[in-house]
């Protein structure tokens, strides 16, 4: 089943809930790391900036879903991700989590019993980094009922999508039409090594983002998701619509409403809206629509 076809499934859903929560006038103000850009090797081994070690990211290979949100949060003062309770949805979403590395061995059984239904692990970074939590984590998830896929934090200043996109295919990122395991995701987020846009143009940084799409689709058959925050999208793409007829968005935003979406995308697929107690994620749609999406 195609991509537009499993989005068109959750349309009138997704419709329901952007009239109750309508996309901003404008795009959130934004925020960006304001550190020099750390010294990298072309293996990709860096050190992270003060704002990211602040908000978690301790040595290479650490970055995260979500890492610039805690450093914007911290910058700016906001509580919005602080909060434990879920915003207001009026239509049906399906609650679910994402982990790194951060995490360790995690505790599955807590959230299936917390109402968790699908969760997100952390695979790879660049093309030198594997998360050591996620065998546990990836089938831990799995094993307790929920969906789970895997996702690679995208280091567009060491190697190229393609590359990246095969080293996370060989090392956890892979799909299967099994009914409960969803395509493979790229975190595509601010730098936590230095400089905003990985010192790439918005049209190299878009043609980097669609050679991975591209080569991901090639060796399992599906596109990826994409995860990214929509001021670093504007910033660093250009606000490229390249991507919506094929690959689903996850939108972060630490706050009550999604917010502004990228340019082609009328929803969102995955919303990361807290970290507390972890990163926290709503699925726009059902258990059976999520079914559906992992189908391919």
Same mark, same amino acid.
């Given at each position: 089943m195609s991509h537009r076809s499993v989005l068109a499934a959750a349309l009138v859903a997704a419709t329901a809930l952007l009239a109750a929560h309508p996309a901003a006038a404008a795009p959130d103000p934004g925020w960006a790391p304001t550190d020099a850009p750390a010294a990298t090797s072309p293996t990709g081994t860096a050190s992270p900036t003060a704002a990211a070690r602040a908000a978690g990211v301790t040595s290479a290979g650490? #970055?995260?879903?979500? !890492?610039?949100?805690? =450093? =914007?949060?911290?910058?700016? #003062?906001? %509580? =919005? %991700?602080? &909060?434990?309770a879920a915003p207001a949805t009026t239509t049906s979403t399906t609650p679910g989590i994402d982990v790194s590395g951060y995490q360790g061995s995690y505790d599955w059984a807590s959230s299936w019993s917390a109402g968790k239904k699908f969760a997100y692990v952390k695979a790879t970074e660049g093309t030198s980094y594997t998360n050591p939590s996620f065998s546990q984590q990836y089938s831990g998830s799995y094993d307790v009922g929920m969906f789970h896929g895997a996702y690679h934090f995208a280091r567009p200043d060491v190697s190229s999508g393609a590359t990246q996109a095969s080293y996370f295919v060989g090392h956890g990122g892979g799909w299967s039409a099994d009914g409960r395991t969803l395509p493979g995701a790229l975190d595509i987020e601010y730098n936590p090594y230095g400089a905003t846009c990985y010192g790439l143009s918005q049209s190299s940084m878009t043609s980097w983002i669609n050679a991975?799409? /591209?080569? +991901?689709?090639?060796?399992?058959? @599906?596109?990826? @998701? *994409? +995860?990214? /925050?929509?001021? !670093?999208?504007? $910033?660093? /793409?250009?606000? $490229?619509?390249? $991507?919506?007829? /094929?690959?689903?968005?996850? *939108? =972060?935003?630490? &706050?009550?409403?999604? #917010?502004?979406l990228p340019a082609g995308y009328g929803y969102y697929t995955f919303w990361q809206y807290s970290d507390s107690p972890v990163d926290q994620d709503y699925f726009n749609g059902t258990t059976t629509q999520l079914r559906t999406l992992s189908l391919g």
């Open positions: 650490g #970055g995260f879903m979500g !890492w610039s949100q805690k =450093a =914007a949060r911290r910058t700016t #003062g906001s %509580a =919005a %991700a602080t &909060s434990t991975f799409r /591209t080569q +991901y689709h090639s060796l399992t058959g @599906v596109y990826p @998701v *994409i +995860y990214s /925050t929509y001021d !670093w999208w504007s $910033t660093c /793409t250009g606000n $490229t619509s390249s $991507t919506s007829s /094929t690959s689903p968005f996850w *939108i =972060a935003r630490y &706050s009550s409403t999604p #917010g502004t």
